[in-house]
Structure formats: structure tokens, C-alpha cells
């Protein structure tokens, strides 16, 4: 099939995600004397803005090049060893994939698997950790929002079984694609250590891996025995100090992330919330009027920023896929793993609106009529568009 390119690329995959020109325009540098003395004058107000972003006031912020995997690996090679017991869990690709890498690096994972479409085990953990009494689990990890089925766990009920049971361990959290888009608060939350990238919430191109690390875990880094040493927390503290790094930093990235934090505190990290809410909300309102259904089991794990929509028993949401990007130059999320040819994602995060929504419902359900779905069309777009009709957001809000 010949694809239709012209018009713009609707992007609603969940990253990387469309770019604000004020970001591409920021990308566009000169190159940079990265040993300047004055280099930290550009760089440190970096630091002091991501940590707003991941609302901390006294966690260290690592800025790696590589993408979200790379943070990943970046906690647990600085705060782990070999054979050191971790809690993790699984209900999507990513959290997968999270426990593969541990358990490559030599980690002793208890791993409760969990049907796909739930979020994490609280009452798994809960069980396990009280068990543990001689704190042999050395970190807990969670997958705040599972991108591959559209599921957001809720971090402070963890923070809350690990606080009722005095359990030491350190709370890991893969927010990869909820960070600058679902509220994240780190310090609130006692989380040790975030992981996110720059491609999603972020709105930048792929290229960064972000962690922001609590003063407890990088106390423990010293015990830590796992080797490490492109994605070392010491190393990068030692230069970082003065805002250098210990190898050519991603510089034009750099640049990038200003613009990208600007942009954000224009808006206010609690609009870009709530705008992020809205949008998701007029999707599942979309979902619902088509008579589909989510992955996501509950309403309570619905995530803000990524939609899995279950096709009808006997379609393959691939060709779904196919569809909408041959025909209507529309980019979906496909199904990953368990769930792939069972649904396909809309992502709605990060540089989005309103009208840019309702052309990923109108696009898909384009697709899905094409590919003998059946779907009224219009129904998505109309349920959507009621609930961006000024007078129906306040009562949505309240009511949902
Ligand atoms: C995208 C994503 C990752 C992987 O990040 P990369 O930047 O692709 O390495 C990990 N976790 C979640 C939840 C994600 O959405």
C-alpha cells in the first residue's frame, strides 16, 4: 500500500511524543564549549527545574545520554548488588522488561506476575514485605504508568505499605511516561528513585535519561557493588557539582530541555495535569461510545496519557494500525507482546489538545470501519467533543 503523507503525521503514539517548535527551535545550537567555565550557568538551572518537574527538594537529578532503559539501568547498577532481593512486578511490557533487566543483572527478583491490565499488586506486596522480617527485600519497584495498557498505579499507597511496616527497602518507580504529564510527587511519596526520558512527557526527542535519586539511596550507593560506570551516579556528581559532566554531555538535547521546561511552567505543571486528564477523559468517552473497551480493568488504573483500546473478538488491531497510517497518515500505538493484534493505543501526552484528540478518535474510527469494525461513525468524536464543551468540564470532573 502506497502511504499518504501528505498533510500533517498525526502522532498519537505514546512517544516519542510530538515536539513544541519552540523545543525544535531550541534544538538548533551552535556547538558549545562543554568545559566552559560559565557552562554551568546554562546547566545548573536545569537540575534546580527538573527537580520542580519530579517535585523534590533534596533528591540528586542525573541527566544521562541514552533514554528511559538507561535510567533504569542506572538504578539498579549504582544502588544494587549481585543477589540482592528486589520486589517487582509485572502487568505490561515495560514493567517486563524492568524485571528482565534486573534479573540479567544477576538481582534475586520476587516476582509477582499480574494479570495485564491491573496495576501493581498492593496487596502482594503488602503480604510479602510483611514477611520479610529481616529486610532482605532491599528495593520495591513500580512501574507507575504502564504504557503498553494504559494503566497508572497509585505510588502513595506503596509508599504507605512500606511506611506501616517500618520495611527499609528502597521504592524504585519507572515514570518513564507519566513524569511532566500525571503528577508525580517524589518527596511526598518517599520514591527513591524516578526514572523518566525525554521523548514522552517531556515532548523532546529521544536522547535523555533522567533520574532523580533521594538522599537515602545515593547514602547507599557506596554499599552497592553492581559495576557501573557510563551511567555512574559518582561520576556524574563529581562534575555536575560545577554543572560539567564526565563526557561530552548531549548538549543541543540541553538546550532542548530548557525550552521544554519553559514551555511547561508556561502552562503550570497542575494545568498540564489537568489538561492531560481532559484529553484522556474525552478518549474513554470516545471508547465507550464506540462500545469498545479499555485494557485497563478499572477505572481507578485508567492512565492519563495513554488509552489501549480492545478491538472485538476476531479483528487484529494491527491492521487497524495498518490502516491508519497507510490511508490516513495516523500513527497508533500498537499492541505490544501479550496484547498485540488484541489493541491498539492512543497516546495522548504531551504536546496535545483538544482538536488533536478528536482527530486520532476520528482517524481511528476511520480504521476500524475499514477494517469491518463496527463502529457508528462520529460516536467517539461527538462523545469527545461533549466533554469539551465548556459548561460539561467542571461536572465531568467532579463526577468522574
Ligand atoms: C517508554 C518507556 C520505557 C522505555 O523507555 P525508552 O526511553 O524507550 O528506553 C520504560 N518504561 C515506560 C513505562 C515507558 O513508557
Redesign the pocket.
Known sequence: MIRNTSGNNGLFI??PTNIPDQVRQALNVASQDMRAPDFGEFTLPLFRDLKRVFKTESAEVFIFPG????G?EATLTNLFSVGDKVLMSSFGQ?ST?WVDMAQRFGLDVEHCKVEWGLGVPFEDYRRILEQDKEHKIKGLFV?H???ATGVTSDIKQVRTILDDLNHPALLCV?A??SVAAIDFRMDEWGVDAVVT?S??GLMMP?GL?IVAVSQKAIALRAQATLPRSFLSFDDMMKHNATGHFPYTPATSLLHGLRASLDFLFEEGLENVFDRHWRLAHAVRCGVEAWGLELCAKDPALYSDTVSAIVVPEGFDSGEVLKAAYYRYNLSLGSGLSKVAGKVFRIGHLGNMNEIMVLQALAGAELAMKDCGIQIELGSGVAAAQETFLLNNRVSLKQAA
Do not use: H, I, R
Open positions: 505514546p512517544g533514554s528511559g532503559t538507561a533504569w515495560f522488561l512501574c504508568n504502564e504504557t519507572d518513564v511516561s526520558g521523548q514522552k529521544t535519561g
